[in-house]
């Protein structure tokens, strides 16, 4: 071993160290006005890269005649530099947004993915939000980036630690894929049983086709036997949660006597994810008088973002938590099945209620008072036990994908400074 000192500690004899300033050169991205963008695809517009849509990679804005220094490739690495600095993006295709820039390499010297997964390590993150100016909005200056330490063996390693990493990244989205599809079949049903009224009659077809008789309600018309309920008028208990402050990032603090702290930011895509959580002491969350998450409870963020809904399910790698101020408990008991009540919260409609009665310019917010006038579809008892048969399923193979997702994250970033600084040789 050498005394060559990367971000990772040292590195090999046979590495290299350079600043990036050094081997690669960085180019701006477009500042571009409104009135130039478009919000539809059409022939000849690319899309324009921004840091909101780069994430989900579903792009809200186009353009047209750009010049070819502002286009990004598959084979381009984007780098986020104003706002959320330090965020790493490759095989995406359109005009880079000014709050980024290009990480432009040598082909023949650099491999893509490894330079890649080198600026999206923690290590260079900590770094690029160091040296980030500016108090309210943080901004990455191209002289500050370029004095980055950069180190790296020879292409043949750079492709196989590449390609390692990468592997786990691919299972990753072979697994979000795959939920997609298990979420679009989950919200076909719904659609079907409970707003088109096609569930399975007693002869196993489909009701509404099959001549089934219907009464009216607040909602239009229902299958006779159904019922519509405010929410106050069900069984159902809302629970609010603490206003306390946030608490150490520290999955490990779990074994020491401190247990996990939902905020709002656990909240994506309807499902609860540990990623990025927080965690308060024993002492705190026994001092608590509510606010208690366990399993088949769901929570709804009520400020800020709200309408976002989470099961905790079994799978989660909690059986229990709290929860913060933005953020209520929605404990069901008898008149709903659990996950009925959990799809049709997620539910167009259901989400257009939320806005519907929620309050405030600056920050939005949803008050417990004005949840309880929640206009709720309840559904016979067996057409919901019915649905729980086949929903199920759905949901379990879409929390286990959820959880081996975070499997793999957790094996990807221990793994990835062990190879970037060459403790581990491929």
């Given amino acids: 071993m050498s005394n060559l000192v990367s971000l990772f500690g040292i590195v090999p004899e046979d590495w290299k160290i350079d600043k990036i300033g050094d081997i690669f050169t960085l180019s701006q991205g477009l500042q571009i006005s409104s009135t130039k963008r478009i919000q539809e695809k059409k022939d000849n517009y690319i899309p324009l890269l921004k840091i909101t849509d780069l994430p989900h990679r579903k792009f809200s804005e186009f353009v047209t005649k750009i010049e070819p220094q502002y286009i990004a490739s598959v084979n381009d690495i984007i780098y986020t530099r104003t706002g959320n600095v330090g965020l790493v993006y490759t095989d995406v295709e359109g005009c880079v947004h000014n709050n980024c820039f290009k990480v432009n390499f040598e082909r023949d010297l650099f491999d893509k993915y490894y330079v890649y997964y080198y600026l999206k390590s923690k290590q260079v993150f900590i770094y690029s939000n160091q040296v980030a100016t500016g108090s309210v909005q943080k901004d990455l200056t191209h002289p500050s980036f370029k004095s980055c330490i950069f180190a790296y063996p020879t292409l043949s390693e ?36 409970f707003e088109n009224f096609n569930f399975p009659n007693d002869e196993g077809k489909a009701y509404k086709e099959n001549s089934g008789e219907f009464k009216s309600s607040e909602l239009g018309e229902i299958p006779v036997g159904w019922e519509v309920k405010r929410l106050f008028e069900t069984d159902i208990v809302i629970e609010d949660g603490d206003r306390g402050k946030n608490y150490p990032n520290n999955s490990q603090l779990f074994h020491k006597g401190f247990c996990p702290f939902l905020n709002n930011k656990n909240i994506i895509g309807d499902y609860i994810n540990f990623d990025k959580t927080d965690f308060i002491t024993e002492k705190k969350f026994n001092a608590m008088g509510k606010g208690i998450v366990s399993v088949d409870d769901i929570v709804l963020t009520t400020r800020g973002s709200i309408g976002n809904v989470g099961l905790f399910h079994k799978n989660l790698p909690f059986r229990f938590s709290r929860i913060n101020s933005g953020m209520v408990i929605i404990k069901n008991n008898e008149d709903f099945t659990c ?88």
């Avoid at 750079?158 to 390692?164: D, T």
């Avoid at 990493?165 to 659609?191: G, R």
């Fill in 158 to 193: 750079q492709n196989k630690i590449g390609i390692i990493i990468k592997n786990f990244d691919d299972k990753i989205e072979l697994n979000n894929q795959m939920n997609q599809t298990l979420e679009d079949m989950a919200t076909a049903l719904f659609k079907e049983w």
């Fill in 339 to 426: 996950n009925y009540l959990y799809t049709l919260f997620k539910s167009k409609e259901m989400k257009n209620q939320f806005m519907s009665i929620s309050s405030g310019s600056v920050q939005k917010q949803l008050p417990i008072r004005d949840l309880k006038n929640l206009v709720l579809l309840k559904p016979l008892k067996n057409i919901q036990n019915k649905f729980e048969d086949i929903i199920s399923p759905i949901f379990e193979q879409i929390q286990q994908n959820q959880q081996q997702n975070q499997t793999l994250k957790q094996q990807r970033d221990t793994l990835l400074p062990k190879l970037m600084s060459g403790e581990i040789r491929v």
